[in-house]
């Protein structure tokens, strides 16, 4: 029976692993190396500022071992969502990582860099021929909100790394991809079932994310079948289990069955888990559906302004017992001192109190309504037009919650205690998240570009 060997090397470029399971899986012959370089769960910052958010020495560690291993045994590298947010300086940016290896090592293969950013011009014509769809929840799209973007990117699915193979691409770095993309295209391009290979792909998504007890991040292999697909750590310390990989293939799902991608969906709704062997599970009856329309989503953000904080802490037992009007108190004078001292209404700035022990986490959506514990962290937070505004502002604000006045004290009160000096952190630039859509698109090569280099 036809069967393709993918091997996830870690769940994150940078995050690191075992040299030892690598060796390992590079005994079974993988067909392909992968590695998904990048990840929203740090926010908007990465894509607006394009920085990545790794160490450049972690990546280079990583991608060393990827590469060298890769032309050792003649195994294709794929590495997706370069640089954290795979826009055009974070390809570029782990491009020069791998021409530095490259150089340094003594390597020679052919690469590939697949660029995925998408200019404000291009994504204002796909805007204006109706090719943009709404997610949802999804802003309002208008020429002006066009304009205000920083960055856009659109997560490729498989076919541009099928492409850039076809060309005889040795190692790929692309720009943003669906997560999974990286691990399906191979056992596509030889012709598994889309089925078992686009579920393999999810559950390989984020290395021993999909383990029973993840020790450290790790290597995790996938041996794709037309029937099915069976997955093992590469750590013997570690191992799968159906209800782990279960577990992983609901992860950051919003429908627990149905995984939509470009070209349509994995339904996941028929599909059986088994043990196999002591450390491994085979899975079964996965199903891919392909969509009427190929649709890339796109991430894009616009910058909101300069964010400055303040962290402190409250022990004072008649503070805490009264807390929410005590903020409400707090906010309401700032204000006043903002617009008596600075001169601005309070349109001009965002101000927000976090308080940890009671709603930092959910904030509104907290259904627990009471203060529980004999301290609440709180966290100041000031969003304004420029930075030296938020510093203006910031000074009042924790000086003002510092020594606000309490019915029960009399004379001046210092209730909050603060670990750090300055209290008021300079957070810098900030981004905020301005699309929620997808393109739909008659090739799905038709946003990317392809550029190829010898080493």
């Not at 990117?153 to 498989?158: A, C, E, N, S, T």
């Not at 191992?239 to 995984?259: A, G």
Request: glycine fraction near 10%.
């Amino acid at each position: 029976m036809k069967e393709v060997k993918v091997l996830a090397a870690t769940g994150l470029l940078g995050t690191g692993f075992l040299e030892a399971s690598f060796e390992r899986a590079m005994k079974l012959k993988p067909d392909v190396i992968g590695c998904d370089a990048g990840s929203t769960d740090p926010g908007p910052y990465y894509l607006g500022a394009g920085i990545p958010m790794s160490s450049r020495e972690a990546v280079k560690r990583d991608l060393r071992i990827m590469i060298s291993g890769g032309i050792k045994y003649g195994i294709p590298v794929l590495v997706g969502s370069a640089g954290t947010a795979g826009g055009r300086p974070h390809v570029d940016w782990t491009v020069e990582i791998v021409e530095e290896i490259a150089t340094e090592d003594d390597l020679h293969f052919k690469l590939a860099v697949i660029q995925s950013e998408i200019e404000k011009e291009t994504f204002a014509d796909y805007w204006k021929n109706g090719k943009v769809k709404d997610l949802q929840p999804a802003p309002e799209i208008t020429e002006k909100s066009i304009d205000s973007l920083e960055r856009i990117v659109g997560l490729m699915g498989p076919e541009p790394y099928i492409h850039a193979l076809k060309e005889g691409a040795q190692v790929v770095i692309a720009g943003r991809s669906s997560d999974i993309s990286i691990y399906t295209a191979v056992p596509i391009m030889k012709g598994i079932g889309e089925g078992p290979a686009w579920h393999a792909a999810k559950v390989l998504e984020c290395g021993t994310g999909s383990v029973e007890h993840r020790l450290y991040p790790d290597c995790l292999m996938a041996w794709v079948r037309e029937d099915s697909f069976r997955v093992e750590p590469m750590s013997p310390e570690m191992r799968c289990t159906p209800v782990s990989v279960v577990s992983h293939t609901l992860y950051e799902n919003s429908n627990p069955f149905q995984l939509v991608e470009p070209s349509g969906v994995l339904d996941t709704s028929a599909s059986t888990y088994h043990e196999d062997g002591d450390r491994g599970v085979r899975v079964k009856n996965s199903k891919f559906h392909h969509a009427q329309a190929y649709t890339v989503r796109v991430e894009g953000v616009e910058k909101a302004g300069y964010r400055q904080i303040a962290v402190g802490g409250i022990r004072d037992p008649i503070v805490l017992k009264q807390l929410d009007s005590f903020l409400y108190g707090v906010e309401a004078s700032i204000k006043k001192k903002v617009k008596a001292s600075l001169g601005l209404d309070s349109s001009r700035y965002q101000l927000h109190f976090r308080i940890y022990g009671k709603s930092g986490s959910m904030g509104v959506l907290e259904p627990i309504a009471r203060l529980e514990g004999h301290e609440a962290g709180i966290v100041m937070e000031v969003l304004a037009e420029t930075e030296e505004l938020a510093h203006s502002i910031m000074a009042i604000v924790w000086h003002t919650a510092l020594h606000h006045p309490v019915k029960e004290w009399s004379g001046l009160a210092s209730q909050i205690a603060f670990p750090y000096s300055p209290p008021n952190i300079a957070l810098g630039v900030c981004y905020r998240f301005s699309l929620n859509h997808v393109i739909e698109l008659d090739d799905p090569l038709e946003l990317v570009s392809f550029t190829y280099r010898m080493t």
